[in-house]
């Protein structure tokens, strides 16, 4: 970016991490906005060791831009029956993930495959399709552990829920974990395997008589889970 002071941009990030290598930076203009009507799959390179950084910043701030320029909006968008999956290990701050725009089948988006170590910071996870055996899947392994900070769901149908393996963190900032005009899923929560789960400072309201917000174990023979405070429906 200092070089060319984003007159050539990658047109997806995807593109942007093959060129990368472990602990690089990525810079996202805050109007990025990518769309394809395929399965989109970020594989960051970094390590426990040296995670990668994904930003979205001001592009019309410093070159190279400063903390001052962070600020959301960079969207990354499928279309129809395709998913999103985020593998690898980095800090990723203020990026909306929508998978199955305008559609009625299969669109989940999944993150962490195995051993990785993922931190999301003030993004949104947005499931668009309607079909009702989709949804969000954090951390596809037992090894696997991401902490998600001030971040954002929406679910395209009551079906739809939060799945997970491994252990997953929501540290909210007081604000309603659920956004937009989404549906309240009936069952928020499922376990797999022993997996463990810690949601604080979040505003749960929306998950009002007839909702459940820990839905049972499925396969999580020794899951455990935390809320600490948090806003629950009166």
Same mark, same amino acid.
């Given at each position: 970016?200092?070089?060319?002071?984003?007159? @050539?941009?990658? +047109?997806?990030?995807? $593109?942007?991490?093959?060129?990368?290598? @472990?602990?690089?930076?990525?810079?996202?203009?805050?109007?990025?906005?990518?769309?394809?009507?395929?399965?989109?799959?970020?594989?960051?390179?970094?390590?426990?060791?040296?995670?990668?950084?994904?930003?979205?910043?001001?592009? @019309?701030?410093?070159?190279?831009?400063?903390?001052?320029?962070?600020?959301?909006?960079?969207?990354?968008?499928?279309?129809?029956?395709?998913?999103?999956?985020?593998?690898?290990?980095?800090?990723?701050?203020?990026?909306?993930?929508?998978?199955?725009?305008?559609?009625?089948?299969?669109?989940?988006?999944?993150?962490?495959?195995?051993? $990785?170590?993922?931190?999301? =910071?003030?993004?949104?996870?947005?499931?668009?399709?309607?079909?009702?055996?989709?949804?969000?899947?954090?951390?596809?392994?037992?090894? @696997?552990?991401?902490?998600?900070?001030?971040?954002?769901?929406?679910?395209?149908?009551?079906?739809?829920?939060?799945?997970?393996?491994?252990?997953? =963190?929501?540290?909210?900032?007081?604000? $309603?974990?659920?956004?937009?005009?989404?549906?309240?899923?009936?069952?928020?929560?499922?376990?797999?395997?022993?997996?463990?789960?810690?949601?604080?400072?979040?505003?749960?309201?929306?998950?009002?008589?007839?909702?459940?917000?820990?839905?049972?174990?499925?396969?999580?023979?020794? +899951?455990? +889970?935390?809320?600490?405070?948090?806003?629950?429906?009166?």
């Amino acid at each position: 970016d200092a070089t060319y002071n984003w007159a @050539a941009p990658h +047109a997806r990030i995807a $593109n942007a991490i093959s060129w990368g290598a @472990a602990g690089d930076m990525y810079y996202v203009a805050s109007d990025h906005a990518e769309t394809q009507s395929t399965a989109i799959t970020l594989t960051f390179k970094g390590t426990d060791a040296s995670p990668d950084r994904c930003l979205s910043v001001n592009k @019309a701030g410093s070159v190279p831009p400063v903390a001052a320029d962070l600020t959301t909006g960079a969207q990354v968008t499928t279309t129809g029956n395709s998913g999103i999956t985020i593998n690898g290990v980095f800090y990723l701050y203020g990026i909306k993930f929508a998978s199955g725009s305008g559609a009625s089948g299969t669109a989940n988006i999944s993150t962490g495959a195995s051993n $990785n170590s993922q931190i999301y =910071d003030t993004c949104q996870f947005h499931v668009l399709t309607t079909s009702t055996s989709s949804g969000i899947f954090a951390m596809n392994n037992v090894s @696997a552990k991401a902490t998600f900070i001030g971040c954002s769901l929406q679910f395209g149908h009551v079906s739809q829920d939060l799945n997970f393996l491994g252990k997953v =963190d929501f540290i909210g900032r007081g604000g $309603n974990i659920l956004t937009g005009s989404g549906s309240v899923p009936t069952t928020f929560i499922v376990f797999n395997t022993t997996s463990g789960f810690t949601i604080e400072g979040h505003d749960l309201s929306s998950f009002i008589t007839g909702k459940t917000i820990f839905g049972p174990a499925g396969n999580g023979a020794g +899951a455990a +889970a935390k809320i600490i405070n948090c806003k629950l429906d009166s």
